[in-house]
């Protein structure tokens, strides 16, 4: 498992993942393009022997407090052995030393895989956008973790905040194209 900085050179093997991971609704290469481009975010991509087998990115505007995960997938050969995680949490990071404190991010609520993922690494739940996917008409969950707690605290925290959420959906920044 070798983590770096994704770059333009990494854009065809970014839209192969993109593509069969997300079969209905990729991302257009323009919109990864500009993705990978931009200073108010950090892309990761997960190397094998050489080879992409997997990327992720984090939009995390230096000076804001929300911070957000807008895409994390792996190769279907390689899902499942913690690089998911491992990724996940490489962009809770960068988020972290780019001075955000909340981290969102949305998640289809056809995909118990990376809700998974995602409830195991201190997420909740806040709300959700009926329909939101098109055109496959799923709605999108929209979780919620603090970055300032320590991960074990994760939990703890969580329980606390799906009492007394600390954003609404209205809040919740998005992308240019659908974030997941
Ligand atoms: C979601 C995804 C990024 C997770 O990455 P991964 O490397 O497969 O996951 P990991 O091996 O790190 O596992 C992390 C957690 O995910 C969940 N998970 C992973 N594989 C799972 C499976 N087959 N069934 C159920 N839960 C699973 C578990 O909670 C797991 O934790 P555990 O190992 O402690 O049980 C990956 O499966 C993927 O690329 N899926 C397709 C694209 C996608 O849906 N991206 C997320 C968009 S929001």
Do not use: C, K
């Amino acid at each position: 498992m070798t983590q770096r900085t994704a770059t333009r050179d990494d854009l065809d093997a970014i839209m192969d993942l993109e593509r069969a991971a997300f079969p209905t609704d990729a991302w257009s290469r323009a919109a990864m393009a500009a993705e990978l481009a931009s200073p108010h975010g950090r892309y990761l991509v997960d190397e094998e022997d050489g080879r992409v087998v997997g990327y992720g990115g984090v939009r995390a505007v230096r000076g804001a407090s929300d911070a957000d995960i807008q895409t994390i997938a792996l190769d279907p050969h390689v899902r499942g052995t913690g690089r998911g995680r491992a990724l996940l949490r490489a962009l809770l990071a960068e988020a972290r030393e780019r001075g955000a404190r909340e981290m969102f991010l949305e998640v289809r609520a056809d995909n118990p895989v990376a809700s998974g993922l995602y409830l195991s690494e201190g997420f909740v739940e806040i709300a959700r956008r009926p329909r939101y996917y098109q055109p496959d008409d799923v709605d999108a969950i929209i979780m919620q973790r603090s970055l300032t707690e320590r991960p074990q605290d994760g939990a703890a925290v969580a329980a606390h905040d799906a009492r007394e959420p600390l954003a609404s959906a209205e809040n919740v920044p998005t992308a240019g194209e659908e974030s997941r």
